[in-house]
């Protein structure tokens, strides 16, 4: 059975791998692993090595703490997890989401912002 920590790094490893795009088949050829293997962490099937760790946040461009974030008792600062619910980071379609939002221009995204924040009022 997995225990819980593992289960969280790997979950936090699917969300940032979906959030920026990445395959699991292009995050295993930068961290010089078999697709196979990013799997069995994304399940907490396989427990994830400090070093393993480390060339995973590099390839994902995150601190290796983005991993740990929200466990129990974990208060910190940017946590994905405390700003929208846990069900929305697990949501796919939400992830592509916001991943598309930030494929828009700058200028573009902010009047898109507007527009959303308009329309929520409305609601």
């Known amino acids: 059975m997995a225990h819980p920590v593992d289960v969280h790094v790997g979950k936090r490893i699917r969300h940032r ?7 699991q088949q292009q995050l ?3 961290v010089g692993i078999k697709f196979q293997q990013i799997q069995k962490y994304e399940t907490g099937t396989n427990r994830v090595s400090a070093s393993r760790l480390w060339d995973i946040a590099e390839a994902l461009d995150v601190a290796v703490s983005f991993f740990f974030a929200g466990l129990e008792g974990d208060e910190g600062e940017g946590d994905v997890a405390q700003v929208f ?6 949501d796919k379609e939400a992830l592509d989401l916001v991943r598309s939002y930030y494929a828009i221009p700058e200028h573009q995204r902010k009047r898109l912002f507007e527009l959303a924040r308009c329309l929520s009022d409305v609601a």
Request: hydrophobic share 50%; net charge negative.
């Open 28 to 30: 295993a050829e930068q």
């Open 85 to 90: 619910p846990s069900d929305l980071i697990a």
């Open 17 to 23: 791998r979906w959030l920026v795009g990445m395959t």
